[in-house]
Structures are given as C-alpha cells and as structure tokens.
C-alpha cells in the first residue's frame, strides 16, 4: 500500500488542475459582459446664464466670430425678429429680445454693416432657443474640491479640543476656505438651453455656432415663454334669474 504522501499526491493533483482551470476560465471572462457598462465622460465644465451679463457676453462672443469670417465680414446683416409678435414685455422671451439687441450693439461698434430691414443683397442673422429638460438624471458627481473642503473643515472643527480655548476659533480657517473655493460652484440642474446662431444667404448657411448653459428652472420664461407652465383656468359660474 502506498505512503500516505503518495495518495495524498494523487488527490490534490486533479484538485489543483480544477482549480487552475476554473481561475483561468474566471480571467479568460472578466472583462466580458452581456450588456455595455455604464462608464462617464471625462471631467467638464459647463456655465450657467443667470444674469444679463452673461447675454452680453455671449452677444460679444458671437460679434467676434462672425466679424472673423470672410464670407460675412463685408455684407450687410439683418437680425431677425422674432416670430411669435404676441409677446409683450411682460410674457416672457426676454432673452430673445435682449440678446438681439446686445449682438446687434456689438456688430455695429464692430463696424459691421447691420439693417434695419431685409434688402436683395442682406444676409439674415436667425437666433434659435432651445430649451432642454431632463426629467430623469442619474448621480453626478459633485464640484471638484467638495469632498476635499468638506473633509479639511471637520479636521478643523476639531482642533480646538485639543489646542484651542474657544472651540468657534476652528471655523475660522475653515470658513476661509470655503468663500476660497465656492465661488466657482453652483448646482447643476436640470435645466439647459442651446443657443444658435446663424446667417442664413438664400439657401446657404454662412455662418453657424451654437452654445450650450445651464440656466435656473425658474428662469424659464426668459428663454422660452411658450413652454412655462400655465395656472390651471377658474371655470366661471353664471348665475341665471328664472323668475
């Protein structure tokens, strides 16, 4: 009868040849799935219209690219209107009137040859608002440093117990480097616009660009009245005499 290191041998031979192959056949799958993997974008950034400021300076931004192309450099311009006339000053579409206006300051001081009416030879500047909703986002990461700020304060808050006599001296450094960093942040929302802006000769775009921000969901109005949410109507009652 063999040794009892004999017969273990033969045992743990085939054991270890499964195991082998079983971790093998595991790497051989690994990077295989049924269905693709959800993976992010690399890291960007994207600003937010909130104030007329930003509206001039998308208008500045626009004036010096279409100034910079040949095609549209020496013809006269006309800047569309907008199509809905109903709007009154107090409906909404603000954006679409005051950026009309602000472009059209920057290409005249530009010395752009602007009109005040279409002629034969005018090319036509079109400005398009489209407002984007998403109604079902998934995580997003917070602002770069968050984690980083976040974490340096409440290291901070603690030093007092051990060092420090007024316990309300550890916010100092603290608040520092929170007003040091949240100017850049803000909320990511829900809400974008796309702004387009072309010159249009006939039936050839001469010139086409378009921007992308965040905007505030209250701020809807200014972009795109006809998509605000209406009050629902009060049903009226009339009252009839049949005496």
């Known amino acids: ?15 270890s040849l499964g195991l082998a192959s079983l971790m093998l056949s595991g790497c051989f799958y690994a990077n295989t799935s049924q269905a693709p993997i959800a993976t992010t974008y690399p890291y960007t950034e994207q600003q937010r219209m909130q104030a007329a400021h930003h509206w001039d300076v998308l208008a500045r931004h626009e004036a010096s690219n279409i100034l910079q192309r040949e095609r549209v450099r020496n013809r006269d311009l006309y800047i569309t209107q907008e199509d809905n006339a109903a709007l009154h000053a107090y409906s909404g579409g603000e954006f679409g009137r005051g950026f009309r206006t602000l472009l059209t300051s920057e290409l005249v001081s530009r010395g752009a040859n602007l009109t005040t009416v279409p002629t ?3 090319a036509n500047i079109s ?7 998403h109604r079902d986002r998934g995580f997003i990461r917070p ?6 700020a976040l974490t340096a304060g409440v290291a901070v808050a603690t030093i007092p117990f051990n060092q420090w006599r007024e316990p309300a001296l550890a ?15 803000t909320h990511t929302g829900n809400e974008e616009i796309i702004v387009t802006t072309q010159i249009i000769d006939g039936e050839r775009i001469l010139y086409s660009s378009s921007n992308i921000y965040y905007i505030n969901a209250g701020d809807r109005r200014h972009y795109a009245p006809h998509r605000v949410p209406q009050p629902p109507a009060i049903p009226s009652v009339s009252i009839t005499d049949n005496w």
């Open 120 to 122: 034969p030879n005018s």
């Open 143 to 148: 602002p770069v440093g968050a984690f980083t």
């Open 1 to 15: 009868m063999p040794p009892i290191s004999t017969r273990l041998s033969y045992f743990i031979r085939p054991v």
């Open 171 to 185: 916010l100092i450094p603290a608040g520092i480097l929170a007003d040091t960093t949240s100017g850049s942040w």
């Open 127 to 133: 400005i398009d608002v489209e407002v984007i909703e």
